[in-house]
């Protein structure tokens, strides 16, 4: 694993964000949903707490998910239920915690991952250490096949060097799509819902309308190319659970039961 040095992180001074709502069409009110005694935003919160990197603050949409946050002893943040994005969600908590902009680096951490590798946070603010990138988000090796045409498995495009021994290789992301691309031989990156942004590359990206791409292909993502903002991908071993449907959820039970 490659560690980021405690000055690294004081300079970056990162705060992680935990974007929640209620609603969802596949699974409604998921952000509660009991997972070993817990709800599942609370067993989010913990895992980003794990990764040490800064304190974790739940953005939400309504009053529930906050008593269930604040029951634990966790922040959260009460924002409008109207907005259009987790991004815009994080961006008003933020603005309301932080208006003195004591945190320069923000991690979007969406909140339906009960089960995400806290070393996967910590690997996301990597790229940001150098100064080369506005942004930082994670990418793993897709190894299934039937992933490679399905337009929910997300793809990043980004040449990484083959030779590069770092576990936590970085390349500019260049692209974003629901199809297989590049094209001809070689692998195929999902992209992986996590970001990590410059203070400043936040506050611009929420300021400017969608994209023409970003509505063409539904990834808002492509907003921050389009508007010549870089961003890195890190890759990384695993995808990290995603819980939209019931068995996805009962999946994220059985995962955590065994650790």
Not at 21 to 28: D, I, K, Q
Not at 55 to 80: F, H, N, S, W, Y
Request: contains cysteine; charged residues 25%.
């Amino acid at each position: 694993m490659s560690a980021i040095s405690p000055a690294d992180l004081a300079a970056l001074s990162p705060i992680i964000m935990i974007p929640a709502r209620m609603a969802s069409e596949r699974l409604p009110g998921k952000p509660l949903a009991d997972i070993l005694g817990k709800p599942m935003i609370v067993r989010v919160w913990e895992r980003a707490q794990a990764a040490g990197v800064g304190p974790v603050v739940v953005a939400c949409a309504e009053q529930d998910i906050k008593q269930a946050v604040e029951a634990e002893g966790g922040i959260a943040v009460l924002t409008r239920p109207d907005h259009p994005s987790g991004s815009d969600r994080i961006f008003e908590a933020l603005s309301q915690i932080d208006p003195d902009h004591r945190h320069r680096t923000v991690i979007n951490v969406q909140g339906d991952l009960p089960t995400i590798d806290p070393a996967l946070i910590l690997a996301a603010l990597k790229p940001l250490v150098s100064g080369a990138y506005d942004m930082a988000t994670l990418v793993a090796e897709i190894v299934r096949a039937e992933e490679k045409s399905d337009p929910n498995v997300v793809k990043a495009v980004a040449g990484f060097d083959p030779d590069d021994p770092d576990p936590w290789p970085i390349a500019r992301a260049l692209y974003f799509s629901r199809v297989a691309v590049p094209a001809n031989a070689g692998p195929l990156y999902h992209h992986i819902g996590l970001y990590a942004y410059r203070r400043e590359a936040l506050e611009n990206f929420v300021a400017w309308p969608p994209g023409i791409l970003e509505k063409r292909e539904k990834l808002e993502q492509l907003r921050a190319l389009e508007h010549g903002l870089s961003i890195a991908a890190v890759r990384v071993d695993t995808v990290p659970l995603g819980v939209d449907t019931a068995a996805d959820l009962n999946r994220a039970r059985d995962i955590l039961a065994g650790l």
